[in-house]
């Protein structure tokens, strides 16, 4: 198929096949929420949000209204039933049912209704899908008090690209807390990483290759060697992700507790990105309130618990992608072959972006070009692989496409950017993955 073809995807479609899936029981929630007379409201007025509308409320029958964030969209309708209203509209005098169009607002959900001082019950909608929830469920959340019934092995690796100071500060935000700790250093350079002094906190051990293999095989290289120790659990991390305290604490207990299913194949923790629009005070993110987990559609590689009795069924990470995607790719496939993915939302871990790593980012999504090359390519091979058995991953594979075509029209190194999308756009065309080769990484900058 060629690659104007592979895009062509029906969004709304696709977000309204997604919201079916658990169409009884989230029509069960807007009845019984309707009969209470509960004011209930959606939160996003995107093409998600449209999705669910056309799906469970096409004549505005339960739907009063629609909250954004984004400002120039408060006065419009959606679907010319609903109006889209700011936060600062709504009025205090009701009690509110929020309906999230997706989980990503989750967290800028939660605090601006606890800004605003808002009275609401917030239902994550991809949480019921994901984790096959009945409407009973959601109504009478289970109180999870813990009951050990195993001593589960838990050792953690993390990947290093030309470390600074702050890395060793993260690395002992989490180190005291595991088994065991891999330092997988993927620089380039003859600098030496102080590795050793992480040993009086728990068995370590240093691995480097003295040249960047990328995440994937980073990862598939411990998991191997932490199956051969005898490990059950495997977290992985950026050089650029701190734990807080009871981050590592809380994924153990859930791992030793006799509710685990046996499905469950990634815990996550509640990640708090410093330089995300969602971000939101720690402290205050804890006293949000919040159901105990979450399960998702996908997860970031970065503080992520791997468990290994699963790894071969789901195979590992593509080592093809090299960086960019791979995280998410290897979560598609963990929900294909039936696996669970689980968020602790009591273990919370800071994400910020190191500005000397190869691929950096800022809070406005400025990219190197070489980050244009790996996103690019590596979208059109996810979008190509999955576009018929994971149609929604396929869409934002699709999304990212055209935002990074947009984004590369403007800026200083726009040539250079549209030269990376150019070499991915061949590379991908002629199944040439994996790391770039080093004569065409001079060519865009």
Known sequence: METKELRKINAINVYMSHFRNKYFDIMKLLDFFKNEEKCIVLWGAGRRGIAFLRAYDPAGEYISFVIDMNKQKSGQ??????????????????????????????NSARYQLYLARIDAMVINVDNIIWGNLSAEEILNQPLYDMHPVRNTKICAMVILYQPNEFVIKNISSYAAFLDKLFIYDNSEDDCIFPWSQFSEDCMVEYIRHHE??????????????????????????????????????????????????????????????????????????????????????????????????????????????????????????????????????????????????????????????????????????????????????????????????????????????KTALSIATHDFENRIMGKIISEKLHLIG
């Open 77 to 106: 309708m959606v679907d010319s039933y609903r109006r889209i209203y700011s936060i600062k509209e709504i009025k205090k005098d009701k009690k509110y049912v929020v309906f999230l169009s997706s989980d990503a607002f989750e």
């Open 212 to 417: 960047n293999r990328g995440i994937g095989a980073a990862i598939n290289e411990v998991a191997g060697k932490a199956i051969n120790d005898g490990y059950d659990w495997l977290i992985t991390y950026d050089q650029d992700s701190m734990a807080t305290v009871e981050m590592v604490p809380e994924m153990r207990k859930f791992a030793n507790d006799e509710s685990l299913r046996n499905d469950v194949a990634l815990i996550t923790p509640l990640v708090n990105d410093t330089c995300s629009q969602e971000y939101v005070p720690t402290d205050v993110l804890r006293l949000l309130s919040k159901p105990p987990l979450y399960y998702k559609e996908r997860a970031l590689q970065s503080g992520t618990m791997h468990r290994l009795s699963l790894w071969g069924e789901i195979g590992g990470y593509n080592e093809d992608l090299f960086i960019q995607e791979v995280d998410f790719e290897f979560c598609v496939r963990c929900v294909l072959n039936g696996k669970k993915i689980v968020q602790l939302n009591d273990a919370v871990m800071i994400h910020q972006i190191d500005e000397k790593r190869e691929i950096q980012k800022t809070s406005k999504k400025k990219y190197t070009p070489l980050t244009y090359y790996y996103l690019y390519r590596n979208a059109l091979y996810c979008l190509r692989k999955y576009r018929k058995i994971a149609p929604l991953f396929a869409l934002s594979c699709a999304d990212i496409l055209y935002v990074l075509e947009k984004a590369s029209e403007t800026g200083m190194d726009s040539m250079n950017k």
